[in-house]
């Protein structure tokens, strides 16, 4: 299309999307939007590592054909006061990726602000914020270096739709009418009232986006974060249609969190995604003090908006934050943070918003080595403590500089050879550690791994003792004692007799059938005492229900089977006592 003020330059090619798969050629023309304040400043410092990352990774085979696009206050001048011109959305779409500075809202101009207007205007359901630590960087952590998710932030429901009506008017007063008088609502008197939609479409699309995600990126867990257990019709909702896209549209290459535990006894398969769910506050806990057990999270949009700043703070703070806004295949790369305009033209600013930014970008068309580049080669230059004042102040011994003089360092440093394969090959053997690790805990201390890692025993395969220790019905007693002596357990499996039960032996058995009767352990075979038949349950059933059986049957423990009837483990009420004890759990209202 014939554009007035935007030029595209004539060497690069459009990238295009068929089948919903994108095409990028080797000379790709992207868009990118200066930004106001200090968005001129940080926007020709990444320009010129992006393309200095690129050169070098491709030897000139490829190169970005840069196509300046207008919002904001240059807009204004531009397009005669129009600080969101049609033209530029028409760009974006024309062009599929593009990257922007910080964005002022004009005050009192009809905007709620150009970022929400950009991306309702484009459909860019999720605001997607990678969060990961940089070597060098200064952190409130101990260990920052824990912190690597991706989390994708519904972009276009929950508050951003939101329907509020003010304490007072007649439309307040008519809607809470209905509420107390039609739905028999409970709330006080002029209480100002809002709506949040959440919708299984909106749902959908963002958590079949996240999967997704994770799969292209050999993630290794999606988590649902939301309130569901207050908000069950909304944030409830999330979760439940979350769960319900896994299972529908990546079953072939997802389990949930109950399998890992109940069917695989906490041994990620290879190629499997777990999918898993925690509520939102207590994920901001666990972001805290066990980070590396999340990959990729899940989130509304309020939820994700708090969650996304806080985890980059843990990181070095929301000026090196970087974070994109998508739709199916439209992507706009963006600085998250404001545009600190008393810093403006003031050559002072992090780049590292921005530059990141770019950064996910060069991943996003697949040029992953330019990406690389760049991520491997800013570590070295904080090592060599160049840095800009605000990292300056944090750190002993720093040189400050500014903010092209920081861009020349990090270009030095990517021109002065990386090795690429060395530093790759040492970060994958690094996360296949930290994988390796999990699963030995995981293991080892399945319930204890549960509720640390932030998840609320509710199964009996989240609870029931995996190592069974079997004996056949001529065992003696004696003998089976010995057993149950050297292993430190207090019953003992007993194998199919020839009707094909499965038995149990307890302490109890003993007590009350051998010693209470004046009887021998030596001469008294387990088949003579163990109990048949056995009540079996599935792994996946709920305490509550294991609680009921046991009490409705006057036992102390059920044999845990798998689909295939042979015994998984055994839940005793003992085990169902000290997961209540140690969890807090509570029943569902």
Known sequence: MAYK???????????????????????????????????????????RIWDAAVEKAYG???????????????????????????????????????????????????????NVSLRQELDLYACVRPVRHYAGVPSPLKDPGKV?????????????????YQSGTDENKKLAKFLKEEMKADFFDDAGLGIKPISEFGTKRLVRKAIQYAIDN?????????????MKFTEGAFRAWGYEVAREEFGHCTITEDQLYSEYNGRQPEGKIVIKDRI??????????????????????????????????????IGIAPGANMSDNIAVFEATHGTAPKYADKNKVNPGSLLFSGVNMLEYIGWQEAADLISLAY????????????????????TEVGTKEFADALIEQINGGIDLETKRKQRSEKLARERKQREIRRLLQPMEEMIASGRTPTS????????????????????????????????????????????????????????????SPTDITVGEIASRPVVTVAPETHLREAANTIAEKNISRLLVAGKDGEPMGITTETDIFGAIEQSGWLPEA
């Open 379 to 398: 570590p070295e230059v904080l090592a060599d403590k160049i840095v800009t004042y605000d990292f300056a102040r944090n750190m002993e011994g720093a």
């Open 60 to 114: 000139g085979k490829r190169k970005i054909h840069w196509a300046e696009l207008f919002m904001g206050e240059k807009a204004a001048k531009v397009y005669d006061g129009d600080y969101f011109p049609a033209e530029t959305l028409e760009a974006i779409k024309d062009l599929w990726v593009a990257i922007k500075g910080p964005l002022t809202t004009p005050v009192g101009e009809g905007f709620r602000s150009l």
């Open 460 to 519: 009996v395969s989240d609870v029931m003792t995996r190592t069974l220790i079997t004996v056949t019905d001529d065992t003696s007693v004696h003998d089976a004692m010995h057993e149950m002596r050297k292993n430190e357990v207090s019953s003992l499996v007993v194998e199919p007799n020839d009707s094909g039960e499965w038995g149990i032996m307890t302490r109890r058995d003993i007590v009350t059938k051998i010693v209470r009767e004046g009887k």
């Open 218 to 230: 050999g993630r290794e867990s999606v988590t649902l974060v939301h309130k569901g257990n207050i």
């Open 280 to 317: 939102a506050d207590i994920i901001f806990q666990l972001m805290l003090l066990r980070p590396d057990d999340f990959d990729v999270l899940a989130t509304m949009n309020l939820n994700g908006d708090y969650l996304s700043d806080a985890a980059a703070a843990e990181v070095g703070g």
């Open 5 to 47: 003020h935007v030029r595209l330059p004539e060497d690069g090619q459009k990238i295009t999307v068929e089948n919903d798969q994108m095409n990028v050629p080797d000379n790709p023309i992207l868009g990118y939007v200066e930004g106001d304040g200090i968005g001129p400043d940080i926007t020709k410092a990444c320009l």
């Open 148 to 164: 690597d998710v991706v989390i994708f932030r519904e972009n276009t429901e929950d508050v951003y739709c939101g329907i509020e």
